[in-house]
Structures are given as C-alpha cells and as structure tokens.
C-alpha cells in the first residue's frame, strides 16, 4: 500500500507540474496578442495623423489659390479700369489714314509733263526713267497680298528719283506725292538698295582691254598724253555727322563730310568708285584703303614701245595720289623745266574730266549737295546710287 500511494503521488506530482507550464504558455500567448493588437492601433494612429496632414497641406494650396485667383482679378479689374480712363483722356482718332492729294502726281506729272519738265523735276528723260522701272521692277513692286491699295512701281520709283534730285526734306516729297514721310524714306531705302545690287557691277566697271585702248587713243587726241584710260580724284560729300565720333567726320573746312573717289573716263562716266570713308582722312590714306590700290591687277594691262621703253595703259591722279608704275601725276616742284611744265598741263587738262563729273554728279541729284536727312550710315549707299544714276543718264544723251 505504501509503494502503491508513493507511485500514485509521484504520477499526480507529474501531472501537477505538466499544468503549471501549460499556465506559462497561455499567458505568452495573451502577452504577444495584446503587442500585435497595440501596434496596429498604432499604425493606424499614424496613418490617420498622416491623412489629416495631408488635408491641412490641401486646405492650404487651396487657399493660396484661391488669393492668386483674387489678386489676378484684382490686378485684371485695375488693368480694364486704367484702359478706359485711358481711352476716355485719349483724343478721339477722326480717320484711319489721313487724306492725301495724288493730283500732282497722278495729273501733272503723268499726263502734261514733257521731256524738259521731266529733265527739271527728275532729272531725267521720261525714257530714261521707264528703263529704270522696268530694271528694278522685280525687286520695287509691291506685294501680290495687301490690305489696302498700295502706291505702284512707278510711283515708289519717283519719290526715290526725285528725293535724291531735289534733296527736299522727307515731309515735303511726302505731301508733293500724297504720301506719309515714314513712305518716302521706306522707298529711298529701297530703290537706292535695288539699284546697287542689281544695276552697280553692270553700270560702274573697269573697261575691258579693248575699250581701254579706245579710251586711251581718245585720250591721246584730245590730250597728247598715249595709254591714259582714265582719271582718278576724290571729293567730300555732306552727311549729317553722328554724336558719337563727329570729330572723324569734319573735314578740313570744318564741315562733316565722307569721301567718294571715282575714276572717270572721257566721256565723264565713272569707271570705279570708292566711298564711305570719313572726310576727316587724307585723300592719299583713303586710296589705299581701296580696293583699286589692294588689287591693281583688275586694270586692264597692254604695253607699247615709246623709243624702247615700254609705257603700260595707266590713269592719271590728283597730286595727293603716290607716284605708281599704273598712276601718272604732276610734277610738285616749284622751279620746273619746259618740257615738265608742258607734262604738267596736259595732266592738268585731263584731270578737268575729274571736276566736271564731279560737278555733273553734285548738280544732277542735288542731295549730294548739301547736308540731307539721310542717316550718315546709308549715305554711302545713297552715293553710290548716284554714280549709277549718272552713268545710267550719260549713255541716254
């Protein structure tokens, strides 16, 4: 009895302990509920902190929005306000275009002028000025769409032609042509551009060989000199003198200038021009700075025996010009012998062709005569149009 009750107490001991470790694992169990329960409460915290975050930043862009949106009415209702009190202080606008009278324009001159009237206003035959038109037509014409009528090709030529053979002001050629001043200097910019890139290689070019020796024989009738093709000299041209560096421009009376050198033929037509450079330069300084002195071998080139010395076709110059093997001038000597004093004036009497282009040249387009309104950077231009211009009416006469 006693053995059987110890095993009895020693099984019920068993069983006893195995119960207390049963306890310990329900209450592990208990423990990581209540942990896995708070952490997701906590997430959930986090989460809604996160979202009511993110509402306040909403509710936030959306008020700043909406005071942009305000302040840009605001600033719109200012801008419409001022714009009316501006257009009610504004005076009232009568016309769109103010009226122009094309009487002298489209009666006058179209239908009575003759060739006389035609030589006194525009210094040019009629015939002389249809060639023109019809040369710078592709490049002067108006344009094929336009909103209103546009002033025709034979118009813009005119107020270009007589612009620069009166030298009127801008407003003046303006209100003859029943046009605005803004139109006249459009059309002088235009036609002086067309007629120098169309019609200045082909009007203003160094003889070839042949003509050359035509020239030069002429020449030699006329002068005893043989192998002059052709006279070089320079002359000041007005221009209005900038602010800026007027003091390059005066020249040695004083007056702002630029200069325009030319050679010219017998029949008093230029040959070569060069112009553009300020009348403050020496004229010497100003030849070699050209492009006849930098390339000399675009003269024409024949020689002919003169008692065994070769003499090459040369042109003769002005005394500030150097003494070149293709440039004849005179002897500057005070005290001279017969024979270079008789050198002396045959060169004299043949730069004469010189002056008198030059004077052909100023009192053909008078804006060459006087100081004009045109800007002093175009005026080169303008010069050269010119010179094209004369030429152009020298092979009509």
């Known amino acids: 009895m006693t053995t059987t009750n110890m095993m009895r107490s020693t099984v019920n001991g068993e069983v006893g302990g195995g119960g207390g470790e049963d306890d310990d694992d329900a209450s592990d169990t208990t423990t990581i509920t209540t942990l896995h329960t708070s952490s997701h409460d906590t997430q959930l915290l986090l989460a809604l902190l996160l979202s009511c975050h993110q509402l306040l930043h909403l509710l936030r862009l959306r008020r700043r929005r909406r005071r942009l949106l305000l302040h840009l009415h605001h600033h719109r209702m200012c801008r419409s306000l001022f714009a009316r009190a501006r257009a009610l202080l504004r005076p009232h606008r009568r016309f ?5 009278s094309q009487h002298w324009w489209e009666f006058v001159v179209q239908e009575g002028f003759a060739d006389v009237d035609w030589l006194r206003e525009f210094r040019m035959r009629r015939a002389t000025f249809e060639r023109l038109c019809s040369l710078v037509a ?9 909103v209103r009528k546009p002033v025709d090709t034979r118009k813009r030529v005119a107020i270009a032609i007589f612009k620069l053979a009166t030298g009127a002001e801008y407003r003046v050629v303006g209100k003859l042509f029943g046009v605005s001043k803004t139109t006249v200097h459009r059309y002088l910019y235009r036609v002086c551009r067309c007629v120098c890139h ?3 290689r082909h009007s203003v070019h160094l003889p070839a060989l042949e003509e050359a020796r ?12 043989p192998q002059v093709f052709g006279c070089i000299g320079s002359t000041h041209i007005p221009v209005l003198a900038p602010r800026l560096g007027s003091r390059d421009y005066a020249n040695r009376n004083q007056w702002p200038s630029i200069i325009l050198q030319t050679i010219v033929d017998d ?5 070569n021009i060069y112009v553009g450079v300020p009348g403050n330069t020496h004229h010497a300084t100003a030849f070699h700075m050209s492009d006849l002195y930098k390339n000399p071998d675009r003269l024409p080139k024949a020689t002919i025996d003169m ?13 500030a010009f150097p003494l070149l093997p293709w440039l004849m001038k005179i002897y500057a000597e005070k005290h001279l012998t017969n024979e270079r004093e008789v050198y002396n004036t045959h060169i004299n009497a043949i730069l004469v062709k010189v002056e008198q282009a030059f004077v052909k040249l100023k009192g053909r387009w008078r804006i060459l005569l006087k100081r004009s309104d045109v ?8 010069v050269a149009t010119c010179c094209v211009l004369h030429n152009l009416c020298e092979e009509q006469y």
């Not at 769109?96 to 122009?100: L, T, Y």
């Not at 490049?139 to 769409?145: E, H, M, Q, R, S």
């Open 96 to 100: 769109w275009m103010a009226p122009q």
């Open 138 to 146: 592709a490049d002067v014409a108006p344009a094929a769409a336009f």
């Open 198 to 200: 169309l019609l200045l």
């Open 214 to 225: 035509a020239i030069s024989e002429r020449f030699c009738k006329q002068h005893v000199l």
């Open 267 to 271: 029949t008093l037509r230029f040959r």
């Open 307 to 319: 008692k065994g010395v070769d003499v090459p076709l040369m042109i003769v110059g002005e005394p």
């Open 375 to 382: 800007h002093h950077m175009f005026m080169p231009t303008v």
